[in-house]
Antibody, heavy 121, light 113 residues
Framework: QVQLQQSGPGLAEPSQTLSLTCAIS??????????WNWIRQSPSRGLEWLGR?????????DYAVSVKGRISINPDTSKNQFSLQLNSVTPEDTAVYFC???????????WGQGTMVTVSS | DIVMTQSPDSLAVSLGERASITCKSS????????????LAWYQQKPGQPPKLLIY???TRDSGVPDRFSGSGSGTDFTLTISSLQAEDVAVYFC?????????FGQGTKLEIK
């Protein structure tokens, strides 16, 4: 069965970079039918889709306008994982971050366990 | 962006009774080419990620009890729990995947009366 395992620090300093990794088991980051997403959840913003990476003969990325210019989502085929980097963070970026698979015909069907990231000095 | 609005924000229902949550999208999420609505419902319990219950507005995900059902088309959708069980206490979200950015409703908290 497909599982996503998140890793990364739970604290980031203002103006620094938030970095998280999502390891995939039971599927492949290079799948031609899945997309690999990051979604965050906070009391003020609710559930917010941040962006995705996916492979369809070549690699594509899409990002939410709210974080465009600060975000990068990258696949790592050698480790079968994907990562999130969010630059220039502020306390408003404090949230639980989830890595999520969109599997083929279905929508967000597999979720990582979530990582609470606090932006604070 | 497509705005998703759920009602009510919270709901208390007696065990064994029916619970219904509605979700309205700011524009249609119906693909006319295949007559499918790009609308999903999730259940989230404290400390857990959301769990996919229903996609294409009315298709239950694998393993989801048949007391959960989804209906609606275009811009108006409903999640119904036919006979509320204690384990159904959770927050429920709708989500559109018709077009990016993929957006969620604000959530409905379901409790036992």
């Amino acid at each position: 069965q497909v599982q996503l395992q998140q890793s990364g620090p739970g604290l980031a300093e203002p103006s620094q970079t938030l970095s998280l990794t999502c390891a995939i088991s039971g599927d492949n980051v290079s799948s031609n039918s899945a997309t690999w997403n990051w979604i965050r959840q906070s009391p003020s913003r609710g559930l917010e889709w941040l962006g995705r990476t996916y492979y369809r003969s070549k690699w594509y990325n899409d990002y939410a306008v709210s974080v465009k210019g600060r975000i990068s989502i990258n696949p790592d085929t050698s480790k079968n994982q994907f990562s999130l980097q969010l630059n220039s963070v502020t306390p408003e970026d404090t949230a639980v971050y989830f890595c999520v698979r969109r599997g083929g015909d279905r929508t967000f069907d597999i979720w990582g366990q979530g990582t609470m990231v606090t932006v604070s000095s | 962006d497509i705005v998703m609005t759920q009602s009510p924000d919270s709901l208390a229902v007696s065990l064994g009774e029916r619970a219904s949550i509605t979700c309205k999208s700011s524009q249609s999420v119906l693909y006319s080419s295949d007559n499918k609505n790009s609308l999903a419902w999730y259940q989230q319990k404290p400390g857990q990620p959301p769990k996919l219950l229903i996609y294409w507005a009315s298709t239950r995900d694998s393993g989801v009890p048949d007391r959960f059902s989804g209906s609606g088309s275009g811009t108006d959708f409903t999640l119904t729990i036919s006979s509320l069980q204690a384990e159904d206490v959770a927050v429920y979200f709708c989500q559109q995947y018709y077009s990016g950015p993929f957006t969620f409703g604000q959530g409905t908290k379901l409790e036992i009366k």
